[in-house]
Nanobody, 128 residues
Framework: QVQLVESGGGLVQAGGSLRLSCVAS????????MGWFRQAPGKEREFVAA????????SYADSVKGRFTISRDSAKSTVYLQMNSLKPEDTASYYC?????????????????????WGQGTQVTVSS
């Protein structure tokens, strides 16, 4: 079991940047897939970005492609989400997720149902 703790959320003006961090306690094995999801009030949780810890393969939602970057620091067992050119529609609670059930360097997961571990979330608010 892995515990995940997010940080880095806050209030930012449109066009600004934030970097979210997700620290994993417990061992992150190299077969983990990590993901970022977000949920706005009244909406379902949606995929933002994912990363295969071993292979470094990434995937992004179309809505954030070119603006957000997911990365990892293996020594710190930390996953980051760099968010640039933020828009008001990016306002949401952002959640980090991890899943150990991977079989290849290239596997990424974009469905929330595929993840077994979740953080508590961090709020991002983008003002216009």
């Amino acid at each position: 079991q892995v515990q995940l703790v997010e940080s880095g959320g806050g209030l930012v003006q449109a066009g600004g940047s934030l970097r979210l961090s997700c620290v994993a306690s417990g061992r992150i094995f190299r077969n983990y897939v990590m993901g970022w999801f977000r949920q706005a009030p009244g909406k379902e949780r949606e995929f933002v970005a994912a990363l295969n810890w071993r292979g470094g393969i990434t995937s992004y939602a179309d809505s954030v492609k070119g603006r957000f970057t997911i990365s990892r620091d293996s020594a710190k067992s930390t996953v980051y989400l760099q968010m640039n050119s933020l828009k008001p529609e990016d306002t949401a609670s952002y959640y980090c997720a991890a899943d150990s059930r991977t079989t290849s360097y290239y596997m990424v997961k974009i469905s929330a149902a595929e993840y077994e571990n979740w953080g508590q979330g961090t709020q991002v608010t983008v003002s216009s």
